[in-house]
């Protein structure tokens, strides 16, 4: 159900989706399976297109001049800020809706998965949840346009989100048919969103997870209908991805197995540790920045400047492509780089910035894969010192960065689970994702706390 208001002109105004809490019935899992199919096949067939568009486009960028490879991002972000305050007149724009300050007992951080990414696009898909046929999909292809412009062009965010943002609005855009449409739409939408992840990743198990887990924010019940909608749909966008062999995400598999327990726990404790903390605090900080009371123009100038500055201290550190783009050439940069841990975490530190600052300007994309870039590069630089592979260590900081810094654990075990690689490899990254879920909820909690305090001696 949806609650509503009138505005003053009389007409209905959408406010918060309220999911379903009927129990699960025949008729439903029926909807699910049928729903499933529909949203999933129209859901993979867009997000593959587009996902494919952006990567043509990014990689036209990445191989280019220099200044084409620097001017190209800025230059995405503009067209977004246009785009979404302009074309569409604002409407368009994610917004933060929960303004109440950050909770004061430390328990309530341990129950609700805070508020760090309810900015970027998985906001929508979050609102939705349980009530997917009541997602806002007119406002899909000006969204697409913006992501396609931001991400595209270099900007140093990802596709994650808006593969499951767009997935959910295609598949819940079938309600326009009116009739039965409208309740396969539900099923459709949360099909559509897990077929988009999986057809990106090529992982079902991370697609069924992350739409299933994110919906809990919106205290969407995981039912038997939901876990077969996202399940079938999940299947269907792997499927096209086995069937296209597509490579639209890079992930780095766990090769060599830690030697003994002694380096495993060394490497899922401090790995975990660190690469939780920094993509929380940096989880935390972009929030902010969404809810910063600045007009567009002042956003474009400050967060444009900031990402500039970024952009140089990570050229001059790594290389021109490890500045720009989701995370992949800076990734690949660390493969090959024989410089030092230091400069390592720096790098990383560098890249949590440029996309809080592409955040701040006003980029449309998703956090999703630049915090796996910024996981894999804390991995990489600690590696040496604990005397372990630079994959494995990679690896668990690649999903200790979804754990502590997108708050989904579950969604980041699944990611290990399907990922592959030797048991002790594979035991030692799920260690690695309890560690950086624990690490991560304490800074964030430390970081709003010390921003309470800091503004109550203010005034």
Known sequence: MLSQ???????????????????TTLADLRDALVGGVIGGILATVFVVAVTSLIKEVLDWVTGADRWVMFTAPFVGIVGAVLILHFIAHGTAVIRVTDDAPPPKRFSTWLRFPANAVRADLTADVVRSAGCEE???????????????????????????????????????????GGGWWVRLARPAGLAGGAAGIAALM???????????????RNDA?????????????????????????????????????????????AVACLVGALSGALCSVT???????????????TKLLIGGASLAACFA????????????????????????????????LLVAALRAAATTAAVAAGGCGGLFVPFLAVGDLCG?????????????????????????????????????????????ARLT???????????????????????????????
């Open 5 to 23: 208001m009138e505005n003053h002109t009389g007409d209905p105004v959408e406010t918060t989706p309220v999911p379903d809490r009927s129990p």
């Open 134 to 176: 009541r997602f806002p999909s007119r406002l899909m292809p000006v969204r697409a346009l913006a992501i396609l412009t931001t991400v595209g062009l270099g900007a140093p965010m990802g596709t994650e989100s808006p593969a499951a943002h767009m997935g959910v609005a295609t598949g819940a855009a079938i309600r326009a």
């Open 202 to 216: 090529g992982l079902p198990l991370v697609g069924v997870a992350f739409m299933l887990e994110l919906g809990r």
């Open 221 to 265: 019940r995981i039912t038997p209908a939901r876990v077969v909608a996202a399940t079938i749909g999940a299947l269907v966008g792997w499927g096209v991805n086995r069937w296209l062999d597509l490579n639209l995400i890079r992930l780095i598999v766990p090769e060599v197995a830690p030697h003994d327990l002694a380096e495993a726990l």
């Open 283 to 297: 989880g935390t900080l972009i929030y902010r920045v969404r809810a910063w009371n600045a007009g567009t123009t």
């Open 313 to 344: 201290a990570i050229s001059a550190l790594a290389s021109p492509s490890a500045a720009v783009g989701p995370g992949a050439g800076a990734v690949t940069w660390a493969e090959g780089a024989t410089t030092s841990g230091w400069t390592l």
């Open 380 to 424: 990489r630089a600690l590696a040496p010192g604990l005397g372990t592979s630079a994959d494995l260590a990679a690896a668990s900081g690649s999903a200790g960065a979804i754990a502590g810094g997108y708050r989904l654990p579950i969604t980041a075990f699944a990611m290990v689970i399907a990922i592959g690689g030797p048991a002790g």
């Open 429 to 459: 990254c799920l260690l690695a994702v309890a560690v950086a879920a624990g690490a991560g909820v304490l800074a964030a909690y430390a970081l709003d706390r010390l921003v309470a305090a800091r503004t109550k001696n203010a005034d």
